[in-house]
């Protein structure tokens, strides 16, 4: 297959998509008529005189807020084009053979997939959500210097086009290839995405005659620019922007982690800006700084990961302070140990610096300077101890509420633990020497950039989603979509730590078949991963027009625990001036760091009764709703038998599975006993989180998700119209049973949420 089509047509599609929800959304979009009558449907079509002054108003804005929704902007098109990447990546790995991509297509997909995240992802996300809420969390009336933060943005743009240029010139010749002679786009046909791997080693980066690697070390260069113009925003606009009433001692968390970041930024960027002309001065005149004979290739991987380990922690950093400011809003409690945490994030900064040669283990240097800088490595993770096990007290005996940040931040802990415990290990030469090259340091890595960062960019955006839109998200798809991401990260990562465990090499396109079930589970999880993204595009932008407006300045009831921070203090009187919304207070106040039940807890048994009473009752209904559910299935799939597209036999297989003879009868029984018990069951466990007002629905969107299962087991090598026969008749057969199982329980009185519970969980 074509890689740059294929890519182009995934990155068209997810485009198409969100700008038809936004259609659609705007065109159901019912606004209460000015004389208080019925609500009228839709609105004018947008004028070319407004689009115009739209466009004047976002490309020359000076406005935080709004320059920071620029940064999310192109930081969210940065990571659907790395997460393509990524997704294409994981598809090639399905087979052991380079069947589905070529090794070159391979190698340029991660090596863009690494450079776009890093870069062109997290950054300006963050940069983004400080651009917004750290002049009002920190009382200023703008950054510091707001042209300038204009300038930096207006940098990455350009920057993303000329590093990804191979992919839009490729894309863009074989499009005019279709009318003009392809001799006349030799031009466009030369650039190619670059295949050197995203750390760009000398002197594989330095002897690639690619010319599309100048263009990817240009747009590097010129990101790193508008880094450290933002960079020097944020620490002049913390250091002299504050209120007079906010002082060092009482500076929110969040804008202190973007303090030491930004410090971090000002020490690193400009020597990799350095080391990239170095590096284009190597390929384009001459010059030896990374050739054997002149500095030597070593050279680069000193530069290089100087500026590397600290990016780790400039893109950590951010995550830590959204994780240290939402998690004690949904637990009730003041966040614990408020100095220590604010201490071990400069101690991160300091030591950021001293533990770059740890990737370098295994090129030969002196093994004092190596044994220095595993001691190093391991006390850096002392700090980040620090930060867990503050965050763990934070949540203890608090009063925990089911939302989705809540789920986002306890999700992130867990794999953070878990990944930076294996970099404890890896900072152990002898482990490392071992393991450097193998799945088990992507694995490492990904945990904590996939397992803390992105889940605390979604916490955020569902936090002060309200504020941004003046209306509340679907909490329930919010909940799925939150319970999916975190499951979808810790298996594809979590499972690519155990194919490292094993030793597998990573960084190639082939493997042993042996290794197969394993790449097949890693990249269902990322799936798994794509699926939870699209749905949080689908609910931000549906919610922008369709969600309930918010009736008062603390939909997270933060006044009751005195967590009403600055910025919602902003969005108080916001919506006091110009909605006529007064502040309203709780009717009970308490001290956030008052244990919220004071009351002595119930025994375990006490605790284990009504659990045990609910399960009972779920597991009677649960299995009428799917003995009916099941036949209403059976119905549909004898369809389909006497039509060919269903072959009976399918079901021996089932019972072959669980050590039974292969017998069409007995594998019925147990395609039976699992409708009426584990589907069942899983319903009721996942009904609160899966999206949809009705329980109709919500079974129509379980059904959906398992019939993937069911079309893969029951396969039996169908082909042609066959093959969409049979799974159309799938899909129809488990719609049924989603209804039939989802209308029996409903029907029988089932666990279904009343409008109050449903308002308490919001809460």
């Known amino acids: ?10 990155l068209a599609a997810i485009f198409l998509g969100c700008l038809c929800t936004i259609l659609v959304a705007r065109r159901l979009q019912a606004e209460p008529s000015p004389d208080g009558g019925y609500a009228t449907i839709g609105r004018e079509r947008l004028t070319w005189g407004e689009a115009k002054a739209a466009a004047i108003r976002w490309t020359t804005t000076t406005n935080h807020r709004e320059i920071g929704m620029l940064y999310i902007a192109l930081g969210t098109v940065a990571a659907v084009w790395g997460g393509t990447d990524a997704m294409m990546m994981r598809t090639h790995l399905l087979t052991p053979g380079a069947d589905i991509w070529t090794e070159q297509t391979y190698n340029e997909l991660f090596t863009m997939h690494g450079l776009t995240m890093l870069i ?5 996300v963050f940069f983004g959500i400080g651009n917004y809420f750290l002049p009002l969390l920190i009382g200023a009336d703008d950054m510091a210097f707001p042209r300038l933060n204009a300038v930096g943005f207006w940098m990455l743009p350009p920057a993303l086009l000329l590093s990804r240029l ?28 670059p295949a050197i791997g995203w750390t760009m080693y000398a002197p594989l980066s330095t002897s690639t005659p690619n010319p599309q690697i100048n263009f990817l070390l240009l747009g590097l260069h010129l990101s790193g620019i508008a880094t450290t113009i933002a960079a020097i925003n944020f620490v002049t606009t913390i250091v002299y922007e504050r209120d007079s009433s906010i002082g060092w001692a009482n500076l929110d968390i969040f804008s202190w982690n973007m303090l030491v970041t930004s410090a971090i930024i000002l020490f690193a960027f400009p020597l990799l800006g350095t080391a990239l002309l170095m590096l284009l001065f190597d390929r384009n005149f001459g010059t030896t700084f990374f050739a054997t004979e002149g500095g030597g290739p070593i050279l680069w991987q000193h530069l290089f990961w ?20 939402i998690l004690p809003k949904f637990v009730g409690r003041k966040l614990f140990g408020f100095k220590f945490i604010v201490y071990s994030t400069i101690a991160i900064g300091v030591l950021s610096f001293g533990v770059w040669a740890h990737h370098m283990f295994a090129t030969g240097i002196d093994p004092r300077v190596r044994a220095s800088f595993m001691a190093t490595s391991i006390a850096i993770a002392v700090p980040s101890a620090i930060k867990i096990f503050n965050w763990i007290t934070t949540i203890w005996n608090g009063n925990v509420k089911l939302a989705s940040p809540l789920i986002l931040c306890i999700g992130g802990i867990g794999m953070f633990i878990y990944g930076g415990i294996t970099g404890i290990f890896l900072a152990v030469i002898p482990v490392d020497i071992v393991y450097h090259d193998t799945y088990y340091v992507v694995g490492h890595f990904h945990l904590i950039l996939m397992g803390i960062i992105p889940l605390m960019m979604f916490a955020a955006s569902y936090y002060w989603y309200p504020i941004i839109t003046g209306r509340l998200y679907d909490r329930r798809l919010a909940l799925f979509q939150s319970t999916l991401l975190v499951a979808g990260a810790a298996l594809t990562f979590g499972t690519l730590m155990i194919i490292g465990y094993l030793e597998l090499p990573r960084r190639y396109a082939t493997y042993p078949p042996s290794f197969s ?10 799936y798994l991963i794509g699926l939870s993204v699209l749905l949080w595009l689908y609910n931000m932008l549906w919610s922008y027009f369709h969600g309930d407006p918010v009736e008062a300045a603390d939909p997270w009831d933060l006044k009751t625990t005195n967590q009403f921070t600055p910025e919602w203090q902003w969005f108080e009187e916001k919506l006091e001036r110009e909605r006529g919304i007064p502040p309203a207070e709780p009717d009970e106040v308490r001290r956030s760091y008052v244990p919220a039940r004071e009351e002595r807890p119930p025994s375990l048994f006490g605790r284990i009764k009504p659990v045990a009473r609910t399960v009972v009752n779920d597991a009677g209904t649960g299995a009428v709703g799917g003995l009916v559910g099941t036949i209403l299935m059976s119905g549909v799939l004898a369809v389909a038998v006497g039509l060919g597209a269903f072959d009976l036999e399918a079901f021996a297989g089932l019972a072959t599975l669980v050590g039974l003879p292969a017998n069409v009868g007995l594998g019925y029984a147990i395609f039976l006993f699992g409708g009426m018990t584990i589907w069942p069951l899983l319903f009721l466990a996942l009904g609160e989180y899966l999206p949809g007002e009705l329980n109709l629905v919500t079974g129509l969107w379980y059904a959906t998700v398992i019939a993937s299962g069911f079309a893969i087991g029951f396969y039996t090598d169908q082909t042609g119209l066959e093959l969409v026969a049979y799974l159309v008749f799938v899909l129809l057969a488990h719609w049924i049973y989603g209804l039939g199982l989802a209308g029996t329980i409903e029907y029988l009185g089932g666990r279904l949420s009343s409008p109050a519970e449903d308002q308490d969980y919001e809460q």
């Open 1 to 10: 297959m074509d890689r740059a089509i294929v890519q182009a047509s995934l």
């Open 120 to 124: 062109f992802f997290i950054a300006p």
């Open 166 to 193: 191979g992919i839009v010139a490729e894309v863009t010749g074989k499009t005019l290839a279709l009318v003009v002679p392809e001799g006349w786009l030799s031009v466009l046909f030369a650039l190619r995405e």
């Open 306 to 325: 100087f500026w590397g380990h600290p990016e780790v922690y400039i893109i950590f950093l951010p995550a830590t302070g959204l994780m240290s400011l």
């Open 517 to 526: 079930s394993l790449q097949i589970v890693a990249t269902v999880g990322s």
